[in-house]
């Protein structure tokens, strides 16, 4: 009887631990830009939405969106050699390398709250990601359908 107990006793910590602690699945990867100047690590969730867009920059820079909060992001080095590129309403930060030119994060516009790392700057491939189209071309109509990402509750 008391064996049933604990039983179910232990079930109901495992639930518990997962509800309320969201970060459990979180895989940290490291990436940077081309000459090594900058770097930083990233705590990413399982089976990631990657957001391929079309709008003005991106399609330039070839940047593959991860949207992350911005507690799950550590600029490890390099600070001082981050230039930042501004245009149209000002607000996204675009960050690229003195050095190399190489932009590996920026804040986005859509997500000011968080840090959109480029997916292609990391040292190693995320296998199980999902890479989904994003209009940015027509940015107005959509942007809200990212605002959820760089939300957490850590
Ligand atoms: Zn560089």
Known sequence: MYGKILENFSTTVAVM???????HALTTYEGGCHCGA??????????PEIEDCNCSICRKTGFLHLIVPRSRFRLLQGEAMLQTYRFNTGIAQHYFCKTCGIKPFYIPRSNPDGVDVNVRCLDREIADMQVVKF????WEQHAHTLAHKSQSSD
Request: cysteine-free; aromatic content about 4%; overall charge negative.
């Open 17 to 23: 631990t997962i509800t309320m602690n969201p970060e």
């Open 38 to 47: 900058v770097r930083f690590a990233v705590d990413v969730a399982p089976q």
């Open 135 to 138: 209009d940015g071309q027509h």
